[in-house]
């Protein structure tokens, strides 16, 4: 019995790994890999050993998802995070006693100002608001640049 012969014949019937076939006849395993890949046995094998691979994978996947428990975070980010939206939602809230201070307003609204002559802070002309949106605010801030769309916190 020739190198190939015996190399197929410890694959095929014998099972064992390529690594093994080349140790044990003494030639490396990319030749080993060549004489398989010569036979005509090795599409159907191929195709058999990963078919019982992804029928391994599925049984495995559903056994771990049955018994995984996610680890609890220690991190407080979510708490955190509820309370600014507790505090934003009090801030721009009709239904609260808080109320909303101009330079907050103005932040939420500032395509709705620009700075007059003397530098304070203007409500654009014609725009129709109630009687509690400030006209005018002499504070020295700073206002977004009208290069996007802003959304407006009025209504």
């Known amino acids: 019995m020739n190198k190939k012969e015996k190399i197929l014949k410890m694959y095929y019937e014998e099972h064992q790994k390529q690594k093994d076939i080349a140790t044990r006849i003494k030639v490396t395993q990319s030749y080993v890999s060549q004489v398989i890949k010569t036979d005509k046995r090795y599409n159907s094998n191929k195709e058999t050993k990963h078919k019982a691979s992804m029928v391994r994978k599925t049984t495995y996947n559903k056994e ?31 239904y609260h006693s808080y109320n909303m201070s101009d330079y907050n307003f103005i932040k ?26 400030p006209r005018t605010v002499n504070m020295n801030i700073k206002v977004p640049t009208q290069k996007y769309k802003h959304r407006f916190c009025m209504s």
């Open 108 to 133: 939420c609204n500032s395509s709705a100002y620009h700075r007059n002559s003397k530098g304070n802070l203007s409500l654009v002309n014609g725009l129709t608001v109630g009687f509690d949106v």
């Open 64 to 94: 771990y998802y049955k018994t995984y428990k996610r680890p609890k975070k220690d991190d407080n980010s979510y708490q955190e995070m509820q309370a600014q939206l507790e505090k934003d939602i009090a801030e721009l809230s009709y």
